[in-house]
């Protein structure tokens, strides 16, 4: 099939990973993909903040940056009517963001089947944070959207549920999660001796992966790590860099444990396995309660034993008992225990581990799986000669 495929992301971060890991999964299928996205995406590192465009949004006031994101949606449109045009695709697949209306308004004009991946309820997201002084506005174009979608592919049926409530069909949703490539994380062994070059070598090392922000919990690892016995060696390693660092740094430094943790800083995207490689427990202390967080799915592909919170969405993925150690969230000592537990016992790291691994297969989870599902469902619509 011919794919059009239509994103607003500036950023090189997890999200510019489902980005090109779809997009590839789609090319090893054998579809032909017309990517239409911002210029300066193509050109920015992996770890970038989207660059000069976004500082300089960041410095508007927040009305003038709200109209500014509307307005590019006619830009938008442009080019992907014209792509459109020339590319004659079969479909339409947009990764949504919010204020983007360019794929909705190319649905309305040409019919052209238009699926549409939600990754977050971003109006919801913003207005939490005071970003979103054109509420009306800004609600109305996400759930207009998500209306106009012939298919909707939230990324857990908690967000699934968000959408339904908001007006969008059931009939149209398609939950799929984030996925994996087995290719780039084929084996459960570091390339290189990371260890030694980390300064974790013979110690229990429970690691974290990604962009550090406050929600991560990530001073909740310190603190059980602070009231773990003597005993224990253990390390924390931290893959990425990001404004919560130094907050985990002083607490490390308040409960006298700054030299059992590590902070790489950004590393390349095709290192991660290797850094993953080198846990030997792998941690999710939080997570916003509709995310679909990629980092798990890294964690299972690679056979680490996870602990996360006890909460809907990740037990869409995670099994208490099966493939991870899930903690009570409203209970502060609740990671600790689980922390201890796991540290103490070599045989349910193994167990746990094992089945994390499994998963991936077992439940379908990866990127070429995700590629198959979406041109499965697309293809019907297209049999129709109509959107629906």
Known sequence: MKILYHHRTLSKDGQNVHIEEL??????????????????????????????????????????????????????????????????????????????????????????PYILEVNAPLYDERAANGQARLGALARWTETSVWKTADIALPVTQVLADIMMSAGTPRERILVVPNGINPAEFANGTPKRDLRSELGVAGSIVIGFTGFVRAWHGLPGVVDAMADLVPEIDCKFLIVGDGPAVSDIKQRAAEKNIADRVFITGIIKREDMSAYVAAFDIAMQPQATPYASPLKLFEYLALGKPVIAPDQPNLREILTHEDNALLFDPHDDASLGVALTRLLRDPDLRARLG?????????????WDDNARRVVERAGRLVETGTGR
């Open 354 to 366: 094992t089945s994390a691994k499994a998963t991936i297969s077992r439940r379908g989870l990866t």
């Open 23 to 112: 997009i590839a999964a789609f090319r090893r299928a054998g579809h032909e993909v017309e990517v239409v996205g911002p210029s300066s995406h193509a050109k920015s590192e992996f770890g970038s903040d989207g660059g000069t465009l976004s500082r300089l949004r960041q410095a508007l006031p927040q009305w003038i940056s709200e109209i500014l994101e509307f307005a590019y949606s006619l830009l938008a449109f442009a080019r992907l009517y014209r792509a459109a045009k020339a590319f004659k695709p079969d479909f339409l697949y947009e990764r949504h963001n919010l204020y983007l209306m360019a794929g909705a308004w190319l649905r309305r004009l040409t019919e052209l």
